[in-house]
């Protein structure tokens, strides 16, 4: 009992109730949780939502009727996408439009950015430069090609020798390890078109150089896989354009066309043109075709194809011609092709209808004949399957060795670089010459190198003259074997015989 009030402590706890009782809520009032600790946000953010003190509604999703067009789903879809609420998928005839309606905008989104592109490249010439030179370099990047497993005794001129077919080798880098003199048994080859580069990786990787297998493959800080170049690669104008080297150099562009117009309508063929001769080509080219499929089934059917005693090397075109300024040439065999073209329209057409008078048909039979007597003396334009057996007939005239391989005549250490000059000065008193090779052989018996050199005549006539007044001769108190060789082996780059 309280000395002061007289309220015991059982009464204290009835009016403690009591004013509980009073201060509680009413029934069926909502009560709010009394929160100790850490609160829960998203308890409390619902509890303060449904208590209306965030001012926010809730979102509100649309509805879409099912009878609407397709134009209104997208536009209904698109709103849906802001709250994340999907559609269910389409059916019948909505798909299809739907998947067409995605594909426009994905192509106009691609226009408009390459347009962009090209607006910010004019309105700043800098970026326009720098964009160039950057092209510029992955193109040459892609003419790199990385030689390994090389053994000690391989040179340069051995290399040069077993990938110039391939395409023209712009410099070849073989690193020197400095204790040991030697180089490290790998090496670098650049050539000036990508697609050689690209052949040689496929034919020449694990083949056997100077009795060891070597790697053939891209140099690994190349820019090869860099976005530039995989745009050059997939250019679309190299649908229709093939690349062709090894190519005897004595076939013309008209030869070349001929050939090749077997299995389409060719819009252009370029050779590339000797420095040294402008009548002469450098033995590879570019040709395009009017269409895709022309181009795949040349290149399926003239690879590894012996053309005049050559084979032939063919392969896709990936260079561009804003990288060769010989490709922006216009060449007569195109302008002549197609002016046969229309020549035999008007033949034809002369002959289906009725003749006004029998001399207007003889002067145009006439005039018919002798625009082919002068295509056919001028190699050009010619076509069918009659007029491409005549080509290889003609071909195969001009095949025969022209090779001459000279034994005997010089030690490794005589090699220098005036040797191949000298050789050919002493040569050309037979014939032209086209090309003097080099070539060191290891002989694994003797083990000793054996100097070989190769002397390629334009004419056969003039390889048997050579033989006939080299052979036996002595030259630095040696005496020379001179024979004939195999063209083909030579093509191939059998030198072993």
Same mark, same amino acid.
């Given at each position: ?224 896989a860099s976005p530039i170049a995989l745009q050059i690669s997939g250019d679309p104008r190299n649908n229709t354009r093939i690349y062709v080297s ?97 020549t035999e329209a008007v033949v034809k057409e002369a002959v289906q209808a009725e003749p006004a008078s029998s001399s207007a048909t003889s002067e ?32 195969? $005239?001009?095949?025969?060795?022209? +090779?001459?391989? /000279? ?7 005589? #090699?220098?670089? &005036?040797? %191949? ?39 056969? $006539?003039?390889?048997?003259?050579? +033989?006939?007044? /080299? ?7 040696? #005496?020379?074997? &001179?024979? %004939? ?13």
């Amino acid at each position: 009992m309280d000395p002061a009030t007289g309220v015991g402590a059982a009464g204290s706890g009835e009016q403690s109730e009591q004013k509980q009782k009073a201060t509680a809520a009413p029934e069926g009032a909502p009560t709010r949780k009394k929160r100790r600790g850490f609160s829960n946000p998203d308890g409390d953010a619902q509890a303060t939502a449904s208590a209306g003190l965030l001012g926010t509604p809730a979102p509100v999703v649309p509805v879409v009727p099912p009878h609407i067009s397709v134009a209104s789903k997208i536009e209904a879809a698109a709103r849906l996408a802001t709250v994340g609420v999907t559609l269910p998928p389409l059916s019948g005839e909505a798909s299809p439009k739907l998947a067409a309606i995605r594909q426009y905008i994905m192509q106009e989104t691609v226009v408009y950015r390459r347009q962009l592109d090209q607006l910010r490249v004019e309105c700043n010439p800098l970026l326009a430069q720098q964009q160039a030179m950057a092209k510029h370099q992955a193109f040459l990047s892609m003419g790199r090609v990385y030689i390994g497993s090389l053994i000690y005794a391989t040179t340069q001129l051995t290399l040069k020798t077993a990938f110039d077919p391939f395409g023209t080798i712009r410099s070849i880098d073989m690193p020197i390890d400095p204790t040991t003199g030697a180089h490290k048994g790998y090496a670098f080859l650049e050539y000036d078109h990508p697609e050689a580069a690209d052949m040689a990786i496929t034919h020449m990787n694990m083949q056997e150089l100077d009795g060891r297998q070597i790697k053939v493959g891209r140099p690994a800080v190349t820019s090869a896989a860099s976005p530039i170049a995989l745009q050059i690669s997939g250019d679309p104008r190299n649908n229709t354009r093939i690349y062709v080297s090894s190519v005897f150099s004595e076939l013309s562009e008209g030869d070349i066309h001929t050939v090749f117009e077997a299995f389409g309508t060719i819009v252009s063929c370029i050779m590339c043109p000797d420095p040294a001769n402008a009548a002469k080509h450098r033995g590879f080219g570019f040709i395009e075709f009017e269409t895709e499929a022309s181009a795949v089934e040349a290149v399926t059917a003239m690879h590894n194809f012996d053309l005049a005693g050559h084979y032939l090397r063919v392969c896709k075109a990936i260079t561009l011609p804003e990288f060769c300024p010989w490709l922006q040439r216009v060449r007569p065999p195109v302008a002549m092709a197609a002016a046969k073209v229309a020549t035999e329209a008007v033949v034809k057409e002369a002959v289906q209808a009725e003749p006004a008078s029998s001399s207007a048909t003889s002067e145009v039979a006439e005039s018919a004949a002798e625009s082919t007597t002068l295509e056919h003396d001028e190699n050009i334009g010619i076509s069918g399957t009659t007029q491409r057996f005549m080509m290889m007939q003609k071909l195969a $005239e001009k095949t025969g060795s022209r +090779i001459v391989v /000279l034994r005997n005549m010089v030690e490794k250490e005589d #090699v220098d670089e &005036a040797l %191949e000059s000298e050789v050919q000065e002493e040569c050309e008193k037979h014939g032209s010459v086209e090309k003097v090779l080099i070539y060191e052989e290891f002989n694994e018996a003797t083990r000793r190198t054996v100097i070989k050199l190769f002397v390629k005549f334009v004419t056969n $006539e003039s390889a048997r003259k050579c +033989i006939a007044s /080299l052979n036996g001769r002595f030259f630095g108190g040696k #005496v020379v074997t &001179a024979e %004939e060789y195999d063209e083909d082996r030579y093509t191939a780059r059998d030198y072993s015989g």
